[in-house]
């Protein structure tokens, strides 16, 4: 069974939606180059951060593996091999699953918490410099508009999946 679409079933982009595109993957670098160059110079990376900030609004600051990896929208052995690095540096550490022995469970440490309070300040600040305060009101509400309709999508593809490894919205 063959995965390519059809040739003839093609809605080819318009010039204004391949416009339309284009500005929002110039839009997406842009933000994303600039809040990841602000937070590697305080020594975290952005999935570093999204890891430690989504940890620190758990209970008990503890996440299922498999469901961190849901919410970032990452393979299991994405995030497994992220959390290694992380917990060397002491930043999270595993424990066993009580109700999965094959899985674990991710816990925020102390210094993970203490790198996440430092790190806040610099990462709000970044995203208001590259992103928010570019905008007015009216620009934030027809982005949170859009952004409703097209997160209602249910694709989700692993960003480790694409050519450049690199994390999409």
Not at 5 to 25: H, I, K, N, Q, Y
Not at 37 to 43: C, E, K, Q, V
Request: glycine content about 8%; hydrophobic content about 35%; some cysteine.
């Amino acid at each position: 069974m063959s995965t390519k679409p059809s040739t003839g079933a093609v809605r080819w982009l318009t010039p204004d939606e391949e416009r339309a595109w284009r500005a929002f993957l110039r839009v997406m670098v842009a933000v994303r180059a600039g809040t990841a160059h602000d937070l590697a110079a305080i020594g975290l990376s952005e999935p570093d951060y999204e890891v430690l900030s989504t940890l620190s609004e758990r209970p008990a600051h503890t996440s299922m593996l498999g469901e961190q990896a849901d919410k970032m929208g990452w393979s299991r052995s994405r995030l497994s091999r992220h959390a290694t690095r992380m917990e060397a540096r002491g930043l999270l550490r595993r424990t066993p699953d009580p109700t999965d022995g094959r899985g674990c469970l991710l816990v925020l440490t102390a210094e993970g918490l203490e790198a996440l309070e430092n790190a806040a300040p610099t990462h709000v600040e970044s995203v208001r410099r590259h992103f928010i305060d570019r905008l007015d009101p009216e620009d934030l509400a027809a982005l949170e508009r859009i952004a409703g309709k097209v997160g209602r999508s249910e694709v989700v593809a692993d960003p480790e999946s694409s050519p450049s490894g690199q994390r999409s919205a």
